[in-house]
């Protein structure tokens, strides 16, 4: 490895590849290892799309998400907008730097502090990887704001084109995606609209950077599958509530330094970022992790108040704590 480099490996398949009928719950695994040449640093931007009413659920509040859902699937993927090979095309740099981009997930800034009837921001939130110290223009520094923008309205053009045509939104059958029927290109057009309409120099103004340090060389992107993927025709089948799933993902991220999560949009679970500090066997970073995310679970779950969205989450995350019991005990046994 070079004086200043990082690398993404694969380890399992991406989630659309993933035969998401055979999964339960209550399972971690590792789906890429990240090297990096000195201790990793990860920069979460986040890009506003909407707002939402915690206080205010039915069709509306479902029609919204079911447009996030769409977007984050054609963000993804080779079908759609292809991020990440907008961010190469924009970079210049290539498919070995855009794959530093390792989550783009939906995202609620400020839902663990808020009243339930406080509106909040809804949209996507990216996790770049780069090298403490780094500075920009050097060799695993961040990736500059404009540019990560530009290659996301890039991205969300690519996908208007693709939708108006009346192409599938990617990857939303029952075999590769948890709540397959949380999906609507017409609600991710007029999200995307919205977006679009607005002049990139006023959309850079709503972009939040922050950095998280992890202190170590090499963590893992995880699935954390907190409950089953939906079966086919399975309507009825318990899946994550919109926003309780939102708040159980942060406060993971919050319980440990260690840990930063992306949610679902299929809210079953979240992609579970986990720095490997001490240089642990890939098992043993795993099980640490799993252990923090059931000590979360636990607490959430003992939630007796009368917040709508902490209700949620508390049912959401006994739910998710049984799953754990059946299908990994183990990390219930720290």
Request: with cysteine; charged share 20%; aromatic share 6%.
């Amino acid at each position: 490895m070079s004086a200043a480099e990082i690398t993404v490996e694969l380890l399992a398949k991406h989630s659309s590849g993933k035969d998401h009928l055979a999964m339960t719950g209550g399972t971690l695994n590792a789906d890429k290892r990240v090297t990096g040449s000195a201790p990793l640093r990860l920069q979460h931007a986040f890009f506003p799309v909407a707002a939402v009413h915690p206080a205010e659920p039915g069709p509306a509040r479902d029609h919204l998400f079911a447009g996030i859902h769409s977007i984050e699937h054609a963000l993804a993927s080779p079908d759609g907008g292809d991020l990440r090979a907008r961010i190469a095309e924009a970079t210049g740099a290539g498919a070995a730097f855009a794959a530093r981009l390792i989550d783009m997930s939906p995202y609620i800034p400020g839902l663990l502090d808020s009243a339930d009837g406080e509106s909040l921001p809804l949209g996507f939130r990216s996790t770049f990887v780069t090298l403490d110290g780094a500075g920009d223009g050097q060799e695993g520094g961040p990736l500059p704001t404009a540019t990560l923008l530009a290659a996301y309205r890039a991205a969300l053009e690519v996908i208007r084109e693709k939708f108006r045509a009346g192409e599938p939104v990617p990857f939303s059958t029952p075999e590769a995606c948890g709540q397959y029927n949380l999906h609507s290109a017409e609600a991710a057009l007029e999200l995307i609209d919205s977006v679009l309409a607005e002049p990139a120099s006023a959309a850079a103004d709503g972009v939040e950077v922050t950095f998280a340090e992890t202190g170590a060389r090499q963590l893992y992107v995880c699935d954390l599958r907190l409950v089953k993927p939906r079966l086919p025709d399975a309507f009825d089948q318990q899946v994550l509530d919109l926003l309780g799933g939102h708040l159980i993902s942060q406060q993971i991220e919050s319980d440990s330094p260690a840990l930063t999560a992306g949610n679902f949009g299929c809210s079953t679970g979240e992609y579970l970022m986990v720095a490997d500090a001490a240089g642990l066997a890939a098992a043993e970073v795993l099980r640490s992790a799993h252990l923090v995310v059931a000590g979360t679970l636990a607490e959430v779950g003992a939630y007796t108040g009368g917040g709508p969205v902490r209700l949620a989450a508390a049912r959401d995350a006994r739910f998710s704590l049984q799953h754990i019991e059946r299908y990994a005990p183990e990390a219930l046994a720290g």
